[in-house]
């Protein structure tokens, strides 16, 4: 234990592969198991990885005996910052690519209207470039007039599971911005020249044709891809959505704005 009381904040621990013969992993520490060699005494108070050493234990090790050695043997090994670096954007570009799953489309709303049994809400059918409009139930009755509803195009998304609204089924989500305190609530806007049905992914123009299928909206739910890819989503300083401060949110048309909050929330 002495060599992980010396670690320190500038490294991490992470698997050992030179030792992958002769150990397994428990709880984030390589502990040694079985092998054909025969170990060495050690003495109680003297730890092989403090003095640099490797052992392994043969199958007549006594078991009082295996358990000092045990108890002695944690291996450690430790890389760098920049390490730990690579494994930060490894991690991010996961993230990228759950939210590349998702099903976002640009839509056009065709009529809007309030819903008849919560005053929060509106209800909306959505060209989103299918045979039929979707129904749509979103919240915006506080944050958006209704008449600037009307045939405006938004951003969709489309693969979550069908929810019942006070007796209204909704097919969807419209796509928000908003302030941190949710006081000012904007939709966000596709760039001129988007139509219903294009899709929505994060990252360049040049991943248009790389992109994974999306998800089903039960694999959606699920796996609680949306749950986990929305605290990554904002809008910048200028107003552009991005996914993790770095990956733009586009269509092949261009990329997708809020008009007026930046530094916001998306959801």
């Known amino acids: 234990m002495a060599a992980a ?7 991490f621990l992470r698997r050992c592969g030179s030792f992958l013969p002769t150990i397994r992993l428990i709880n984030n520490r390589h502990r040694i198991i079985n092998t054909a060699a025969k170990i060495k005494p050690l003495a109680l108070n003297r730890s092989p ?5 490797s052992a392994s234990l043969s199958p007549s090790t006594s078991s009082s005996t295996r358990r000092k050695i045990e108890s002695q043997f944690l291996c ?5 910052e920049a390490e730990a670096g690579t ?5 991010k570009d996961t993230v990228k690519e759950a939210a590349n799953t998702l099903d976002i489309r640009v839509g056009r709303i065709i009529k809007a209207w309030r819903h008849e049994e919560a005053d929060s809400l509106y ?11 979707r129904t749509i139930c979103s919240g915006l009755v506080k944050y958006v007039p209704l008449d600037q509803l009307q045939e405006r195009n938004v951003v969709v998304l489309a693969n979550l599971k069908a929810r019942n609204m006070r007796g209204v089924k909704s097919f969807g989500m419209l796509m928000a911005a908003s302030d941190a305190a949710h006081e000012n609530v904007e939709l966000l806007v596709p760039p001129e020249g988007a139509v219903p049905g294009d899709r929505v992914w994060f990252g360049s123009i040049d991943e248009k044709d790389s992109l ?10 699920k796996k609680k891809i949306w749950e986990q ?12 959505a991005i996914l993790d401060a770095k990956h733009s949110m586009r269509t092949s048309a261009g990329p997708i704005i809020s008009q007026s909050l930046k530094n916001a929330n998306i959801s």
């Not at 009381?5 to 490294?11: G, H, N, R």
């Not at 209800?123 to 409009?133: I, S, T």
């Open 123 to 133: 209800v909306e059918e959505v060209d989103v470039g299918e045979a039929e409009p």
């Open 5 to 11: 009381a010396a670690l320190t904040s500038a490294t």
């Open 76 to 80: 450690y090994c430790t890389g760098t």
């Open 87 to 91: 494994e930060a954007e490894a991690e």
């Open 212 to 221: 994974p299928d999306a998800a089903s909206p039960n694999q959606i739910q």
């Open 49 to 53: 990885i403090a003095n640099g050493e």
């Open 229 to 240: 890819i929305q605290p990554h989503l904002k809008t910048d300083d200028s107003g552009f």
